[in-house]
C-alpha cells in the first residue's frame, strides 16, 4: 500500500517539500496492512487469544475451522460478539521535533453465525468482520522551520501555522455459507465459501501559512472497493481420548477491485525549486513566486490487491470436561505486490485456556502474536513501511444457563519498532502502537 500511495501522490511532492514535516504523500496504510491479526473474532476464541484451529466446534468454527462445527452437540445461534476496537500509534519526532500520533476507534458487530444440523451434515451461515479501522483527527502545529531545500529560496521565512485533517476509513466484510461432515470416526472435513468485501476511503487535507504571508493547501482522496471470494478447507482429527488437531487453509481471490482518487493542491508566495536545477521556479517570470494549481482530475485503477495463504494449524488438550489448553500456529505467506506493497511471510502464535469454575461460569485467557508483514527499517533508505510487532494477551468471563450464554472479555497488544512517516526522506523514527478491544456476546442453543 504505502508503494501505491506513493507512486498515486508523486505529482504532489513539489509542494510537499516546504518541509520535511508535511505529510502528503505520507506512508499511510489502509486498514493495518502490516499486520493480519489486528482483531480476534467470535467470543469463545477471542477469550483465548485466538487459539482455536483445533476446537471450533461453535458457530465461530465457520471462521477459524469449519470442520470442527461438525461436532457443535445442538443446533446453536451464536449471537454475535459486539466489539470495540481502539488502535493508537506514535510517531517521535516527525514533524519539527514532535510526534505524530494516529487514533481508530471503532464499534463494530464482530461476528455472527448460525449452525444447523442437515442429515449427517452440519450447515451454517456466518458472518466476520476480520479488520476494521476509523480514523479521524485534526492536528496543528506551529512556528515550523522550512526545509533546507526551500528555505535557501526562502530565507528567513518560518511555517507560522501547519494544519493537516485526517480520515482513514478500512472495513472488510467476510460472509458466506459453511458445510463440514465426518468423513471417518474422529476425522472430520469441512468448507466455508465467504464473500469477501472491503471498502476503504482516505482523506488527507493540508493547510499551511508562512510568516511571508505565503500559504499551501493540498487535499488527497482515494476510494477503494474490492469483491472476491475467501474460501476455507478445515480438517479435524481426534487421534487419541482428550486430544484433537486441527488444520485450516484460506486465500483471498478478488474478482473486481476499482481505486478512484483525485488530488487538488495551491501553493502561493513560497519559492520552490521543483524541476531540481538550482534555481527558483518563477513561472510567469513576473519575480513573483509561482502559483500552482491542480484541479480535480479522478482517476480510476483496477488493479487487484494480492493476498497471502494463510494456514492455521492447532492442537487442543482436554485435561477435563472442564479444563482446555490449545494452542496455534498461523502462517501468512510471502506475497508479490508491487501496486500495493509486497509483504513478507509472517508466522504468529497464539495459546489459550479454558476452565469451568462450575456448571454457571467459565473464564478463558490466552496469549497472540501480531507480527509485521515488513521488512526491519534500516538506515540510508526511504520509504520504507513501518515494522511493529506486536505481542497481546486476553480474558474473558461466560456465564451460562440452560440454553443461553453471556460473555464479557478484552484483549490488549503491545509493540515497538520503526517507521519512515516521511515519504522521500531518508530519517527514521521511533513508533510504538498500543491496541485494544472490550466485547460482548450472547448465544442461544437450542
Known amino acids: ?29 489502509f486498514a493495518d496492512e502490516y499486520h493480519y491479526n489486528n482483531i480476534l473474532v467470535g467470543d469463545r476464541a477471542s477469550g483465548m487469544g485466538g487459539a482455536y484451529t483445533a476446537v471450533s466446534d461453535d458457530p465461530t468454527g465457520m471462521y477459524y475451522n469449519p470442520s470442527g462445527i461438525m461436532y457443535s452437540t445442538m443446533r446453536n445461534l451464536s449471537a454475535s460478539v459486539n466489539a470495540y476496537y481502539n488502535l493508537t500509534k506514535k510517531y517521535e519526532s516527525v514533524i519539527g521535533g514532535h510526534g505524530w500520533e494516529r487514533k481508530s476507534a471503532s464499534l463494530l458487530p464482530n461476528y455472527f453465525g448460525i449452525i444447523q444440523p442437515l442429515g449427517k451434515l452440519k450447515v451454517g451461515f456466518s458472518y466476520a468482520v476480520p479488520d476494521s479501522i476509523q480514523e479521524d483527527q485534526d492536528q496543528t502545529f506551529y512556528n515550523l522551520p522550512l526545509d533546507p ?12 501555522k501547519y494544519i493537516i485533517n485526517f480520515n482513514n476509513d478500512d472495513n472488510i466484510y467476510n460472509f458466506g455459507p459453511s458445510i463440514a461432515t465426518e468423513i471417518a470416526k474422529d476425522f472430520s472435513a469441512g468448507l466455508t465459501l465467504y464473500i469477501h468485501h472491503r471498502r476503504s476511503h482516505l482523506i488527507i487535507n493540508e493547510f499551511l501559512t508562512t510568516s511571508n504571508d505565503g500559504y499551501a493547501w493540498i487535499n488527497n482522496y482515494s476510494e477503494t472497493n474490492e469483491w472476491g471470494v475467501k474460501p476455507i478447507l478445515g ?13 485450516a487453509i484460506s486465500k483471498t ?8 482518487s483525485q488530488k487538488t493542491s495551491r501553493r502561493e508566495g513560497i519559492w520552490v525549486d521543483n524541476n531540481n536545477d538550482g534555481i527558483a521556479d518563477d513561472i510567469d517570470n513576473n519575480g513573483i513566486p509561482d502559483i500552482e494549481y491542480t484541479p480535480p482530475d479522478p482517476k480510476r485503477k483496477d488493479t487487484k490487491r494480492k493476498y497471502p495463504l494463510q494456514v492455521n494449524a492447532g492442537i487442543a488438550y482436554f485435561p477435563s470436561k472442564s479444563f482446555l489448553i490449545t494452542g496455534d500456529l498461523s502462517y501468512f505467506s510471502k506475497t508479490d505486490d508491487y501496486a500495493f506493497g509486497n509483504k513478507e511471510a509472517v ?26 508483514n515488513t521488512h526491519e527499517v534500516n538506515s540510508g533508505y526511504s520509504n520504507q513501511p513501518e515494522h ?36 522521500g526522506s531518508s530519517s527514521i523514527q521511533d513508533a510504538n502502537a498500543f491496541a485494544w478491544t472490550l466485547f460482548i456476546s450472547s448465544s442461544y442453543s437450542y
Not at 480438517?235 to 488437531?245: C, D, G, R, T, V
Not at 508466522?347 to 509485521?372: P, Q, V
Not at 497488544?413 to 512517516?421: C, E, I, L, N
Request: hydrophobic share 45%; glycine share 8%.
Open 1 to 29: 500500500m504505502l508503494n501505491s500511495l506513493i507512486a498515486r501522490y508523486k505529482g504532489l511532492l513539489c509542494l510537499l517539500i516546504l518541509t520535511p514535516l508535511i505529510l502528503a504523500p505520507f506512508s499511510v496504510s
Open 149 to 160: 531545500t526551500v528555505e535557501k529560496f526562502n530565507t528567513g521565512v518560518k511555517i507560522s
Open 235 to 247: 480438517l479435524m482429527w481426534s487421534p487419541i481420548e482428550k486430544i484433537s488437531i486441527g488444520l
Open 253 to 260: 481471490m478478488l474478482l473486481d477491485s476499482v481505486t478512484t
Open 347 to 372: 508466522l504468529n502464535a497464539a495459546i489459550g485456556t479454558e476452565y469451568y469454575m462450575n456448571r454457571n461460569w467459565a473464564i478463558r485467557a490466552g496469549l497472540f502474536t501480531n507480527m509485521a
Open 388 to 423: 511493529i510487532d506486536l505481542y497481546g494477551g486476553s480474558l474473558s468471563l461466560s456465564r451460562f444457563t440452560k440454553n443461553t450464554s453471556v460473555t464479557l472479555g478484552g484483549n490488549m497488544s503491545y509493540g515497538t519498532g520503526k517507521a519512515q512517516v516521511v515519504s
